[in-house]
Nanobody, 114 residues
Framework: QVQFVESGGGLVQPGGSLRLSCLAS????????MSWYRQAPGKERELVAI????????DYKPSVKGRFTISRVNSRNALYLQMNNLKPDDTAVYHC???????WGQGTQVTVSS
């Protein structure tokens, strides 16, 4: 059974930082491309960042490039998203996702507000 447990969200002021974590299970994490998505209230879910199976290749939504960093530790089945210089538009529920699997976790809420 594929499962994701996301954590690390919270309330932060504009310009602040958060580090999101995702622990995955139920599939071969080491061989799987992983992504972070987010969904803001009233908006569709969108891709934020993606990382290949080895961690050597990453890509980002243009609005977060230079501020967010996606990474993974395959020995821990763990995916991370370091978010710096956060903006109010980054407010959303953030989810991790495994390519080729339909399942989603419960997500973690990020709120950027003064």
């Amino acid at each position: 059974q594929v499962q994701f447990v996301e954590s690390g969200g919270g309330l932060v002021q504009p310009g602040g930082s958060l580090r999101l974590s995702c622990l995955a299970s139920g599939f071969t994490f080491t061989n799987t491309v992983m992504s972070w998505y987010r969904q803001a209230p009233g908006k569709e879910r969108e891709l934020v960042a993606i990382i290949n199976s080895s961690g050597g290749t990453t890509d980002y939504k243009p609005s977060v490039k230079g501020r967010f960093t996606i990474s993974r530790v395959n020995s821990r089945n763990a995916l991370y998203l370091q978010m710096n210089n956060l903006k109010p538009d980054d407010t959303a529920v953030y989810h991790c996702k495994a390519q080729g699997y339909p399942e989603w976790g419960q997500g973690t809420q990020v709120t950027v507000s003064s």
